[in-house]
Nanobody, 123 residues
Framework: QVRLVESGGGLVQAGDSLRLSCAAS??????MGWFRQAPGKEREFVGA????????NLADSVKGRFTISRPNVRNMVLLQMNSLKPEDTGVYYC??????????????????WGQGTQVTVSS
């Protein structure tokens, strides 16, 4: 079983930045991603990165503002969030999946999930 631990959430104002981190408890390098869920809404895809860190995918709603990357530490993923908007508010979940060549965008394609970290953007 792989355990994922997120950090970096908080309360910020519109236009501010936050960086989320996620660490996985495994020596294997897994494809990883971020999802978010606002109150009363379904969990939605935010971004994903492959094992190499070279292939990424971001939701249209965050392109140009968010960046997903892998630092030089095995099995960590970062989500840099700039120009935050109130509609970015939600619980952000880190996810990982067993190795695949596909950069997955559907929650059902992921095998492991973190507990989530709250991001609140005030207007």
């Amino acid at each position: 079983q792989v355990r994922l631990v997120e950090s970096g959430g908080g309360l910020v104002q519109a236009g501010d930045s936050l960086r989320l981190s996620c660490a996985a408890s495994t020596f294997r390098t897994l494809p990883m991603g971020w999802f978010r869920q606002a109150p009363g809404k379904e969990r939605e895809f935010v971004g994903a990165v492959d094992r190499s860190g070279l292939v990424t995918n971001l939701a249209d709603s965050v392109k140009g503002r968010f960046t997903i990357s892998r630092p030089n530490v095995r099995n960590m993923v970062l989500l840099q969030m700039n120009s935050l908007k109130p509609e970015d508010t939600g619980v952000y979940y880190c996810a990982a999946r067993e190795p695949s060549t596909i950069v997955a965008t559907q929650a059902r394609e992921y095998d492991y999930w973190g507990q989530g970290t709250q991001v609140t953007v005030s207007s």
